[in-house]
T-cell receptor, first 115, second 113 residues
Framework: ETGVTQTPRHLVMGMTNKKSLKCEQH?????MYWYKQSAKKPLELMFV???????ENNSVPSRFSPECPNSSHLFLHLHTLQPEDSALYLC??????????????FGPGTRLTVT | GEDVEQSLFLSVREGDSSVINCTYT??????LYWYKQEPGAGLQLLTY?????DMKQDQRLTVLLNKKDKHLSLRIADTQTGDSAIYFC?????????????FGAGTTVTVRA
């Protein structure tokens, strides 16, 4: 596998369910991100992890819980979601090594539908 | 208003040039990016420009930066059907937070025969 992978690609869950999204990067990067993409809205940055430490929590509700066990893996644990949480959830990674340009590389996303 | 603004739609004939425009608000932006998103896929980095440059060319892509007006554009020469996608402009707001990108809402480009 190369690049950034995400599983599952599609997820339908009820409001009382608990599920997890997984992201894995094979680029040797040390920063990872979760974004929420809703139709016709700018990407919303949710969480940032740098060297496994959470450096950003952009006022995300507690029903979204991130986990970063190592620099290659990032999870987003979901519980008691609301229908308005239905969106495409994108994971990205970048190299934080002082190279100057922190290009972010994205996974294909998980399309989440909350019923 | 939003930090990064783009028009939502652009329709272009195959073979013509496409120009996608973006305005941003943070004058201390260090890098500005263009990403492409095809249906069912994540965002793909197309190109980026450092704020001390005013132009960058990469094959069919030309990026123009007017720092005074905080205006960024992406020109695609000889537009093909495979260029149909959503294009996002993004900025790195400041040197100390280069990892934190601000994205526009995306411009949907439709290429017609």
């Amino acid at each position: 596998e190369t690049g950034v992978t995400q599983t599952p690609r599609h997820l339908v869950m009820g409001m009382t369910n608990k599920k997890s999204l997984k992201c894995e990067q094979h680029l040797g990067h040390n920063a990872m991100y979760w974004y929420k993409q809703s139709a016709k809205k700018p990407l919303e940055l949710m969480f940032v992890y740098n060297f496994k430490e959470q450096t950003e929590n952009n006022s995300v509700p507690s029903r979204f819980s991130p986990e970063c066990p190592n620099s290659s893996h990032l999870f987003l644990h979901l519980h008691t979601l609301q229908p308005e949480d239905s969106a495409l959830y994108l994971c990205a990674s970048s190299q934080d090594g002082g190279s100057g340009s922190y290009e972010q590389y994205f996974g294909p996303g998980t399309r989440l539908t909350v019923t | 208003g939003e930090d990064v603004e783009q028009s939502l739609f652009l329709s272009v004939r195959e073979g013509d040039s496409s120009v996608i425009n973006c305005t941003y608000t943070d004058s201390s932006s260090t890098y500005l990016y263009w990403y492409k998103q095809e249906p069912g896929a994540g965002l793909q980095l197309l190109t980026y420009i450092f704020s001390n440059m005013d132009m960058k060319q990469d094959q069919r892509l030309t990026v123009l930066l007017n720092k005074k007006d905080k205006h960024l554009s992406l020109r695609i020469a000889d537009t093909q059907t495979g260029d149909s996608a959503i294009y996002f402009c993004a900025e790195s707001p400041s040197r100390s937070n280069d990892y934190k990108l601000s994205f526009g809402a995306g411009t949907t480009v439709t290429v017609r025969a």
